[in-house]
């Protein structure tokens, strides 16, 4: 299973947003530098390429996939009949890493990924460990009994967070409403960029 195993702060400060949790207090302090030893001197105005590019791997490392993937969905959207850009975000926004963690059954998708690998989500009462599974509407995701122990797991289902109106969570079990629209997705992603990049 490919995943990014290298500095994850680095990769905030290079897409200038907090792509982990962790780094919004960190960014928030000390802006958004740029990594390397001339972050701070680096200021160039970026291409109409380079913005393109900017933000496919923005989009790319929010949802935690390499680029073979990312490739492989934008090929899938494509074919798609409507909005390319909104197709390949909902596929994002769809894959059963992400929905654990929409569902606030972790506190970040890297978290989420790791409890779907390790065997302790279960869809419709089966076990499912592929991060990238595509959830369908009307399914349900619930949280293996051995999971509900875990100290993580406990504070992230006691915490008040508002879910997106596209899903549903009584205590341990989530369930898909209907597919997400444009506004219920990542914001901070700018999808016709995403689509300009792919279409040059």
Known sequence: ????????RRLSRRE??????????????????????HGFSRKRRLSEYGLQLREKQKAKRLYGILEK??????????????ATGVTLLALLETRLDNIVYR????????????????????VDGKKVQIPSYQVK??????????LLDNTQVKKSLEESKTLPEWLERKAAV??????PERE????SVNEQM???????
């Open 174 to 179: 989530g369930k898909v409403l209907r597919s």
């Open 16 to 37: 200038g947003i907090p792509l982990f949790s962790k780094d919004v207090e960190y960014l928030e302090r000390k802006g958004a530098i740029p990594p390397g030893q």
């Open 103 to 122: 569902l606030a059954f972790a506190s970040s998708r890297a978290s989420a990924r790791q409890y779907v690998g390790h065997g302790h989500i279960l």
């Open 137 to 146: 509407p009307g399914q349900t995701i619930a949280l293996s009994s051995k």
């Open 1 to 8: 299973m490919a995943r990014y195993t290298g500095p994850k």
């Open 194 to 200: 995403i689509v300009e990049y792919y279409s040059r």
């Open 184 to 187: 219920e997705m990542e914001e």
């Open 69 to 82: 993937q990312f490739a492989k969905y934008y090929k899938i959207a494509s074919k798609v009949k409507g």
